[in-house]
């Protein structure tokens, strides 16, 4: 068992232990092999950066957060409104809480190993901003 590790509030648990997320699934972390993908997805739009955020990572651009990656890889565009049609007509799904649904879109499938194909439609999501 790996050495206890404090978190907040009086609950411990290890290094190994994963965290729960919803409904009791284990959690996985983002690695650094996620955050190269993200970058290298986006990476002909330029000026990409990163930053870990509620169990996910936060993909900006120029300073502005457009796209996200969750713990368990899949990446979404934030839209609403025409672009979020587009989104929807071309495949993607909605990232949806047990609250409800969020402003967040999948990449559709058809962009998810093309830079290029991505990097437009992150475009296309700064844009709708």
Known sequence: MGTPVLSTGARRRTKE????GT???ARMSITPEMIARAEDLFAPLGQITTRKMMGGLAIYHAGTIFASLDSEGAVYLKAKGPFAAELEAAGARQFITPRGPM???TVPD??????EM???WGRRALAAL
Do not use: N, V
Request: glycine share 10%.
């Open 23 to 25: 409904k009791g699934r």
């Open 103 to 105: 402003g967040y879109w």
């Open 118 to 120: 991505a990097s437009d």
């Open 17 to 20: 232990a994963p965290r729960k």
């Open 110 to 115: 058809d962009a998810l190993d093309d830079p």
